[in-house]
C-alpha cells in the first residue's frame, strides 16, 4: 500500500498505506469467495458494508518492508483476514449461501526446470516467493472446483516450525505440519519437473492436514503445443 505524506506527517502516511493494503487483501479474498464479476456487481454495498470498515476483518498483519520518498511511504505487508466475519457479512448480504463451504488447500509442489535448480517456498518461509508456473496452473484448476487456495507468502512470526519442515524433502506428518500452520484443510505435495516449454512430469499426493493421512496420489505426463500451450498449458494437462 501507498500513503502520501501530508505535513511531513510520516505516521499517518504509514497508516494510509496500511489501510491501503488491508483492501487490497480484503478484495482479494472476496473475489476468491464470489467472484470478480460478483465483486463488480455487488460493488457499492461491498465498499460501504465491509471494504469502508478493514479493521473489523483484519485478523493479524505483520510488515515486512517499508521505504519512502519525500512525497510519500510505501509497505509491503502479509496480512490475514478474518475469515469468518466477512463470511458472515457476506451470508448478511445475501451474497454467500449459508450451507457454502469451501475446503482450504495448501500447494507444496517444489518446482524443476530443465537446467535450473528446484524452487520450493517452504526453504525460507520468512521470505515472499514468487508463485510458480505449477502453483499457478494448480490454483486454477482447484479454484475452478470450488476450493480455497491458501495464501502461502503469510507467514505469522509468533508460529514456530522445526528446522527438517524446511527441507525439500518431508515426511507426511511434515507436510500436515505445514497445513496445520496455515490454516490449511488439505496439502497437495509433490513435484513437478518441467522439460522445455511443451512437456511436464507431475506427481502430487493429498494430505489430510488432521491426522497427515494420504486421501488421493497418482502421477502423470502433460505434453502441450509449445506454440499455443508452454509450461502451464503442459502442467494443467498432466
Known sequence: G???IVDEN????RNEALSEA???AIEEYLIQRIGSQGVANNFQRLDEEILSRTQEAIQDYQIISEFRTERYVRVLAKVRVNEAVLDQKLKKMGLLEADTVQIAVLFMVSE???GFSTTYWWGD??????ITQAELSLSRIFEERGFRVVNRSFFPPEETYDEGMLSL????EQVAKWGRLLSAQIVIAGEANLYGLSRALVSLKAIKVTDGTIIAQGFREGISDSTTGGEESAIGLA
Open 169 to 172: 524433502t518431508l515426511s507426511d
Open 2 to 4: 501507498t500513503g502520501a
Open 22 to 24: 488491508f483492501v487490497k
Open 10 to 13: 510520516i505516521a499517518l502516511a
Open 125 to 130: 518461509p520468512s521470505r515472499p516467493a514468487s
Open 112 to 114: 524443476k526446470k530443465e
